[in-house]
C-alpha cells in the first residue's frame, strides 16, 4: 500500500531524453503522464523477457498514438528476444490488438554492449538470472546509474569458488562509484534458502555491495509481493543498522518516487 505493488517500470529523464527502463504493469501509469506531458519520442531498454518486465507494453498509451515514437533496444543473449517476446504477449488469446497494429512508429534497435541515447552513455552488463538478463550503466553529464535487477550473486548461487568471486568483482567494477544503483533486493538471507536459483539477490547482498563498490545511494526494488510495507521497512533498519549504512545511502524504492541524481 505505500511500497506500491506494481512491477518494474522506472522512467529517466536525462535532459530532454526520456528513457523507460522497463515495462512491467507500473509502464500503464507512466504512459498516461507522458501523454499528458505531450512526450514524442521514448526509449525502452528492456532487462529481459519475465513477464513482469514487459507485461505492461500493450496498456502503455504512447503506443496509440500515431505521432509518437517509441524505440525499444534488444539486447544481445536473451533466450527469446524482446520483440518476439512482445508480439507472443499480444497475440489474440491474450489481447486483442497485435503489436504489429499499433499506431504509434515502433523501431526495434540493438543494445550491443554500448550505445548512446540523446547524450546518455550506456554500458551493459549479463546478470545471473534464469533466461538472462542485462544490467545498464547509464552515465549523463557525469552523473552515473546503474539499473540492475534481477540478479543472483553468483557467491549466493555458486558459493564461494574462484568463478564466483571474479564475477562478482565484475558485477561490483559495473557499480563501482555509481550516484545511484536501482537493484534488485527480494529476500531475507533466511528466505533465500528456499529461492536458490531464482535469479534474485537478498538485502544483505545488496548492502555488502554499496559498501565494496562504494555506492553513493543504493535503492532497492522489485520487492517480494509477500513483503508487506511494514515487513519491508524492517528489512531496511535492520540492513542499515548492521552495515552502518544511513537511510540516505540506502533505502527502499517507492511507487511514484522522485530522485535527482
Ligand atoms: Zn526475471
Ligand atoms: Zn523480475
Known amino acids: 500500500m505505500r511500497y506500491g505493488g506494481n512491477t518494474c517500470c522506472v522512467e529517466l529523464r536525462c535532459g530532454e531524453q526520456t528513457l523507460v527502463l522497463d ?20 526509449s525502452l531498454l528492456i532487462s529481459h523477457t519475465h513477464m513482469d518486465h ?13 505521432k509518437k515514437t517509441l524505440t525499444v533496444y534488444e539486447p544481445p543473449g536473451l533466450s527469446l528476444p524482446i520483440q518476439e517476446a512482445l508480439r507472443k ?43 538472462g538478463c542485462s544490467g545498464y550503466r547509464i552515465e549523463y553529464e557525469k552523473k552515473v546509474l546503474v539499473y540492475l535487477t534481477d540478479h543472483e550473486p553468483y557467491r549466493r548461487l555458486f558459493g564461494d569458488t574462484d568463478y564466483s568471486r571474479a564475477k562478482d568483482a565484475e558485477v561490483r567494477d559495473f557499480m563501482r562509484n555509481a550516484d545511484l544503483v536501482l537493484r534488485d533486493a527480494q529476500y531475507t538471507v533466511d528466505e533465500y534458502d528456499t529461492r536458490r536459483g531464482w535469479g534474485h539477490g537478498t538485502f544483505d ?18 520487492h517480494d509481493p509477500d513483503h508487506s510495507d511494514d515487513f519491508l521497512d524492517a528489512c531496511a533498519a535492520s540492513v542499515q543498522k548492521r552495515y552502518k549504512l544511513d537511510a540516505s545511502r540506502f533505502f527502499l524504492g517507492c511507487e511514484g518516487a522522485e530522485i535527482e541524481v
Do not use: C, W
Not at 509502464?27 to 521514448?42: F, K, P, S, Y
Not at 514487459?54 to 500515431?66: D, E, K, R, V
Not at 515502433?106 to 549479463?126: C, K, N, P, Q, Y
Open 23 to 42: 515495462a512491467g504493469t507500473g509502464v500503464r501509469a507512466l504512459g498516461v503522464a507522458l501523454e499528458r506531458a505531450g512526450t514524442v519520442n521514448i
Open 54 to 66: 514487459i507485461q505492461g507494453f500493450p496498456f502503455f498509451a504512447p503506443a496509440y498514438h500515431l
Open 89 to 131: 504477449q499480444t497475440e489474440p488469446y491474450y489481447f486483442p490488438v497485435p503489436l504489429e497494429d499499433l499506431p504509434a512508429h515502433l523501431e526495434f534497435r540493438s543494445t550491443g554492449d554500448a550505445l548512446t541515447i540523446g547524450g546518455a552513455d550506456i554500458s551493459r552488463l549479463d546478470l545471473n538470472h534464469p533466461g
Open 205 to 222: 547482498d545488496a548492502a555488502e555491495d554499496t559498501k565494496l563498490a562504494e555506492v553513493k545511494r543504493m535503492m532497492v526494488f522489485h
